[in-house]
């Protein structure tokens, strides 16, 4: 038998693992979604409440505007650059690994987004007049004010979210149409529509090919604008210590570093939950590490070219800020986040041993995303409420209200991420097909 | 199995091969037969290589990108130079239409209009752009190379093609007949 009998022959067992996660479902799943429907239950209660009696039900207030709600944004759109990296970028650079994880990262892209834009209508308050940000004819005569950054933002973002659930849906046609004919009920009507006719026709594959490889360097750049104009969000105000050229760059290299580490996590849930260890296998993970520890020296390295600039300068509206949070009233969670996404990172994913064990690299993204989190907090909240007039100096923590929309959201994103593993295969079925051929052939 | 209908408008050849069959060699004995390429199709579950098929591609695809791409600078340049025109906010020292900011909204709806122009030209030709008759057969992802060849109502062509599918070593050959009416 030669090498290439045996990919082909592989093929019904792939079919038979990768679909199965979406063929049998446990009552632990269903616990799962249950608890997670009754935390989305309580945030959209939050809400509601909010919305009725007004954004007063924030600790928002002057001069802190932006709060946990921006700092949400700010960390969702970070958490979007899972897939488009891993996917984009590998897929550029042709690097094989990336097959078992793409689709994983891609699904979070997608949520993440739409996680997103809820924070701006969260932030927004009077939420019924979002369709101020939409520019059209209307009778006011009057038109979104393009050379606000925050339309910039409005922009990138759709360009964003309309490209990435462009690019998860293409490769999934071919899924979708093994999907189509082996599984029974309502989903099989959805998943041939959503299959568009696919039969595996030379014409069709040529056909997707060119696309997805006229899309990849595409949306790469659409994924480095987007986060460097959630930069420019803060930079081209000149509040002090946001008016830095560095802001751009930093967010782009800070979104990875969240990305990868959530894609961390996923990795390993899903790979444990549905048993993938013949697909996600330890070199995944090596590999996700090594990128990992490269995120966290590109990030401390800028961090710290930011920092010493503020320093060495000692212009003292931009000092004022650096002190509270090194020793001030933010230095708690200043050095908690340090620890969490530098030092906890550096000292664990030099070492070859520790990154090739799972757990231990589920835990770093763990502990890597909640160190981010801080950080886009930190990020927003000391400059604010450090103006130049010290009279003005506030302080700022999120009200019962908004972290009971935090934890709804976040609950969102994982029941979301829960309902879509049931309908998406979790790993690209064809591209891994594809990838055991190329590894047999090499 | 040869399944044929004397009623039937239209014949389509369907040859399940094992993946290690050569299919240039058949492909050669097909269009010996009078069949043009156009009329034959491969079916497998991973993209090939090599394409082993001459069909003509009337717009490439990366073309439609640029013709989209440009569309969204349009648009782009109508949102944050045109809307600022039509209603000018005087800002003291600060020009009414911004060239930087022109850039980075023509750069966003460029790269949107790019990717969704592509998006459905890639929609449409999967979906609309196939073969007359030709339909997916689960055994294909299971690991065999479908060759699909439309021979029209002639009858006799079909039974031929059967034959020579067969013969080139074809685990399963079918005929699928479809009504004038469908």
Redesign the interface.
């Known amino acids: 038998m030669t090498d290439r009998q045996t990919v082909w022959e592989e093929m019904p067992k792939i079919n038979r693992d990768l679909l199965s996660p979406l063929q049998t479902t446990t009552w632990t799943y269903y616990l799962w979604v249950g608890v997670l429907s009754c935390f989305v239950a309580a945030g959209a209660g939050a809400w509601t409440y909010q919305i009725q009696t007004g954004i007063g039900q924030t600790d928002l207030h002057h001069p802190i505007f932006w709060g946990s709600y921006i700092a949400s944004f700010v960390y969702w759109i970070g958490v979007s650059h899972s897939g488009t990296f891993i996917s984009g970028v590998l897929r550029l650079t042709n690097a094989e690994w990336r097959r078992p994880v793409t689709r994983m990262a891609e699904l979070m892209t997608v949520v993440a987004l739409l996680v997103t834009a809820l924070f701006v209508f969260y932030h927004l308050g009077r939420v019924w007049r979002f369709y101020y940000l939409i520019p059209y004819p209307n009778q006011r005569e009057l038109w979104p004010n393009f050379r606000s950054p925050l339309m910039w933002d409005a922009t990138a973002i759709f360009t964003y979210a309309t490209a990435s659930t462009i690019y998860i849906y293409l490769p999934l046609i071919p899924d979708f149409a093994l999907a189509r004919d082996r599984i029974q009920g309502w989903r099989k009507t959805v998943y041939r529509w959503l299959a568009i006719g696919w039969h595996g026709s030379q014409a069709q594959w040529r056909t997707l090919e060119m696309a997805i490889r006229i899309i990849t360097p595409l949306i790469v750049m659409v994924m480095i604008s987007v986060h460097s104009i959630v930069g420019f969000d803060f930079s081209m105000a000149l509040v002090p210590a946001w008016h830095s050229t560095i802001f751009a760059p930093y967010f782009v290299v800070g979104a990875v570093h969240s990305g990868l580490a959530m894609v961390m996590i996923g990795l390993y849930v899903l790979r444990k939950v549905y048993h993938l260890q013949n697909y996600v296998r330890t070199e995944h993970f090596e590999k996700l590490g090594k990128l990992l520890l490269v995120t966290t020296l590109l990030l401390a390295y800028m961090y710290f070219a930011e920092q010493l600039t503020i320093w060495y300068g000692k212009v003292p509206d931009h000092i004022a800020v650096q002190n509270s949070l090194l020793y001030g009233s933010y230095a708690v969670p200043f050095w908690f986040m340090v620890s969490c996404i530098y030092v906890i990172p550096l000292v664990t994913l030099v070492w070859p041993r520790f990154r090739q064990w799972p757990v231990g690299l589920m835990m770093v993204g763990l502990i890597i995303n909640l160190g981010m989190y801080i950080e886009r907090m930190l990020i927003i909240v000391p400059p604010l409420a450090h103006p130049r007039l010290s009279f003005q100096w506030d302080e700022y923590f999120p009200s019962m209200i908004e972290l009971a929309i935090l934890v709804g959201t976040l609950a969102l994103a994982l029941l979301l991420y829960s309902l879509a593993v049931k309908f998406v295969p979790v790993i690209s079925i064809w591209e891994e097909k594809l990838g055991k051929k190329h590894a047999q052939e090499h | 199995m040869l399944k044929n209908t004397e009623t039937a408008d239209r014949h389509v050849v369907l040859g399940l091969f094992?993946?290690?069959t050569s299919l240039p060699p058949v492909l050669d004995q097909i269009r010996s037969q009078g069949i043009p390429d156009i009329l034959i199709?491969?079916?497998?579950?991973?993209?090939?290589e090599t394409?082993?098929?001459n069909?003509p591609v009337r717009i490439p695809?990366?073309r439609l990108?640029i013709i989209g791409g440009i569309v969204g600078i349009g648009i782009g340049i109508f949102?944050?130079a045109g809307?600022?025109l039509?209603?000018p906010?005087v800002?003291g020292g600060?020009p009414i239409v911004?060239i930087p900011?022109v850039g980075?909204?023509s750069?966003?709806?460029m790269?949107?209009m790019?990717?969704?122009v592509?998006?459905l030209?890639?929609?449409i030709?999967?979906?609309?752009?196939?073969?007359s008759g030709?339909?997916?057969?689960?055994r294909?992802?299971?690991?065999s190379v479908?060759l699909?060849v439309q021979v029209g109502n002639d009858t006799a062509k079909a039974h031929s093609i059967f034959r020579l599918l067969q013969k080139a070593g074809a685990s399963e050959v079918e005929i699928r007949t479809i009504a004038s009416d469908s």
């Open positions: 094992d993946p290690t199709e491969i079916l497998s579950p991973l993209p090939l394409s082993l098929l069909k695809l990366y990108t949102f944050a809307t600022a039509l209603f906010l800002t600060k911004s900011v980075i909204i750069y966003e709806t790269m949107l790019a990717i969704v592509t998006f030209a890639t929609a030709k999967i979906a609309f752009v196939q073969q030709l339909r997916n057969d689960p294909i992802d299971e690991g479908g699909s």
